[in-house]
């Protein structure tokens, strides 16, 4: 009768903290409009201004932002720049370049914010303010999101945008586990 009484509060405590772990944030709780200029906002910005306006494809590698300095900072702590983040994404001031490095700075957010930060993109996605190009890089596991394949949170969000952004292929290998174990040979 005594192990009754640990057991339930055990598995309350436990089934709390599953329910925390596996629930998304909301990023729909950031400050709407574009607001004022954030750090990550100016370092974008002064990023793509520093590189001659040049469009990502053209560099010769996308992921360039992460290796400077303040890239690194920003994107080994990018839960405090979530909602500027979103902020980015969905404003037409910035270019689709822009919005590819501010989606490469947030490839460690925590898992919630990161199902959060899916979640927005879909929807930007789908009112035509980030194009497939910015999807793809929200989508294809990299960072955290590669450590959580076999979350039933993620593999939700993963099913509903990556049959529009990547091959059938591809999303059969991540589904599976196998590019779990090829990543480290990826890179970004």
């Known amino acids: 009768m005594k192990r009754l009484f640990w057991i339930l509060p055990v598995l309350a405590l436990a089934l709390i903290a599953a329910w925390r772990f596996w629930s998304p944030a909301d990023l729909t709780a950031c400050p709407a409009g574009d607001g004022a200029p954030g750090p990550l906002s100016a370092f974008v910005h002064g990023y793509f201004e520093r590189n001659g306006r040049v469009d990502w494809r053209e560099l010769d590698n996308r992921f360039d932002v992460l290796s400077t300095p303040q890239g690194r900072t920003i ?81 939700e969000r993963f099913n509903r945008d990556a049959p529009d952004v990547l091959e059938a292929g591809f999303i059969r290998q991540v589904l599976s586990g196998r590019y779990w174990f090829d990543y480290p040979g990826n890179g970004f």
Request: charge should be negative; hydrophobic fraction near 45%.
């Open 75 to 155: 994107a080994d702590q990018p839960q405090a720049y979530a909602c500027e983040a979103v902020q980015i994404l969905q404003s037409p001031a910035f270019s689709q370049s822009e919005k590819v490095y501010t989606a490469a700075l947030m490839f460690r957010l925590p898992i919630g914010q990161y199902l959060g930060f899916m979640d927005r993109s879909h929807q930007l996605y789908e009112q035509a303010s980030i194009d497939r190009e910015v999807l793809t890089l929200v989508v294809h596991p990299r960072g955290t999101a590669v450590d959580y394949w076999w979350l039933p949170a993620w593999r």
